[in-house]
């Protein structure tokens, strides 16, 4: 297979802790599926910790190292976000946003302090969560007549296909994920069914 399309990611949410100088430091790692997560995260923890000085973050998506972002909101550049993610690289962990939470303790640790503080109130975060591989995968929908079902069905039982949606009248129509590196094999079969029409809906 030339293509991996597995990946490690959390399987729900986990915490972390480290304290240095007074300072206290709360990890909270989430798995995510995009950018609305994280912000949904994000503004909830705000909202737990209305008091804290500092929500710094970092969030992977996808298989490549150019799909994140980070911030050190606040802290000096590249203390917070950027060992919050170089955590998630070393780890080889994506669809994931860790946001460590600071209160203050009235001593300034400097930048190799809080560099260390923020990676390992992540690593600790990630330490208690159960770690999964999953799969890339592109949704596609189908549109068939009754008398194709069949056919239909035995491709989505012998590629394993999740099936997200699916309406069976006389015009029938269904959802499944495919995985990444199964879609040649997979528009392949459905080429053999005369009359089905396939439409990539999303592309993970």
């Given at each position: 297979?030339?293509?991996?399309?597995?990946?490690?990611?959390?399987?729900?949410?986990?915490?972390?802790?480290?304290?240095?100088?007074?300072?206290?430091?709360?990890?909270?790692?989430?798995?995510?599926?995009?950018?609305?997560?994280?912000?949904?995260?994000?503004?909830?923890?705000?909202?737990?910790h209305p008091k804290a000085v500092h929500h710094c973050y970092a969030y992977r998506l996808g298989a490549d190292r150019m799909s994140y972002r980070m911030s050190d909101d606040g802290e000096p550049s590249g203390t917070a976000g950027r060992p919050i993610l170089n955590t998630l690289y070393s780890r080889n962990v994506t669809n994931l946003l860790v946001v460590v939470v600071r209160y203050f303790g009235g001593t300034l640790?400097?930048?190799?302090?809080?560099?260390?503080?923020?990676?390992?109130?992540?690593?600790?975060?990630?330490?208690?969560?159960?770690?999964?591989?999953?799969?890339f995968y592109n949704l596609y929908q189908l549109n068939f007549s009754y008398p194709q079902m069949n056919d239909v069905m035995r491709i989505v039982k012998e590629m394993e296909l999740p099936v997200r949606e699916q309406v069976f009248e006389m015009e029938c129509r269904l959802v499944a994920e495919v995985r990444v590196a199964s879609t040649e094999r997979f528009i392949a079969r459905c080429e053999q069914i005369e009359g089905l029409t396939h439409s990539l809906l999303t592309s993970g």
């Open positions: 297979m030339l293509f991996d399309d597995s990946y490690q990611t959390v399987t729900g949410p986990a915490e972390g802790f480290f304290k240095d100088k007074g300072s206290k430091f709360l990890a909270y790692s989430f798995p995510i599926e995009g950018e609305t997560d994280a912000k949904a995260h994000l503004a909830a923890l705000r909202e737990l640790l400097g930048v190799p302090g809080l560099i260390n503080a923020y990676k390992l109130a992540t690593e600790d975060a990630l330490s208690h969560s159960e770690i999964v591989i999953r799969h």
